[in-house]
């Protein structure tokens, strides 16, 4: 198994464990402490770049004035937001020149891709860009109006749920719809997702720039 692989599941492992540990922690009544390591680790992230002190200024008066306006339970439960926020920005901003998807895409056909597919793979990246855009609505709700046992309940399962379904029904549909192509297995296409994701990430970021 390659380094990338295994860095990329034990990331994807951390994501999925974090509504857990959030749960604990506003069960324990701990909720300081859980929102101030994520602020911290958020503006440690943030701060890399040319303009990353401003972002993780403009990011502390927002934290600051959620906390005002929601108290500190709710602002902790709103940290999914950074996660679906930024897929969300990652995966509309490509659409101004290669789409997410299609980077994906290249790594199984190369640089030249099968008739039909360079379109399809836009339409699905942007597909992806309203799953998380509704995801941002649904998290922002649950934080506010739902209880503890809900919020965990939907970011702790059902998001994930939702994703595969969402991978299956697209594995099927493009075999549908594609019936001349041959495409990977979609455990392969998992895994190759997996351990590139980091760098299609940074070749995005890199052209929006």
């Keep these: 198994m390659s380094r990338r692989l295994v860095n990329g599941t034990r990331f994807g492992l951390l994501l999925a464990a974090y509504p857990v540990i959030i749960y604990l922690l506003l069960s324990a009544r701990l909720a300081w402490p859980g929102a101030l390591l994520v602020l911290g680790f958020l503006l440690w992230r943030l701060q890399r770049g040319d303009r ?3 972002r993780a200024l403009a990011l502390l008066l927002v934290v600051l004035l959620l906390w005002r306006l929601f108290g500190i339970d ?3 439960k709103m940290s999914p937001l950074f996660i679906h926020g930024s897929l969300f920005y990652l995966f509309a901003q490509s659409l101004r ?3 997410l998807i299609e980077r994906f895409a290249r790594l199984d056909f190369g640089t030249q891709l099968p008739p039909g597919i360079a ?3 836009r339409s699905l990246t942007l597909l992806w860009a ?3 855009a509704a995801n941002i609505a ?7 109006h739902g209880d ?4 965990m309940l939907y970011n702790g399962l059902i998001i994930y749920l939702l994703v595969g379904a969402l991978l299956l ?4 549909w493009r075999r549908i719809a594609f019936p001349g192509v041959e495409f990977p297995p979609l455990a392969a296409s998992i895994r190759s997702m997996i351990a590139n994701g980091h760098m299609i990430r940074e070749q995005a970021r890199h052209d929006t720039a």
């Design 169 to 172: 029904g697209e594995y099927l």
């Design 97 to 99: 020149r290669t789409p």
């Design 130 to 132: 309203g799953f998380f």
């Design 138 to 144: 649904a998290v922002m709700w649950l934080a506010i």
């Design 52 to 54: 990353g002190r401003y």
């Design 74 to 76: 709710t602002l902790l």
């Design 119 to 121: 379109g399809y793979c």
């Design 148 to 151: 503890n046992h809900s919020w």
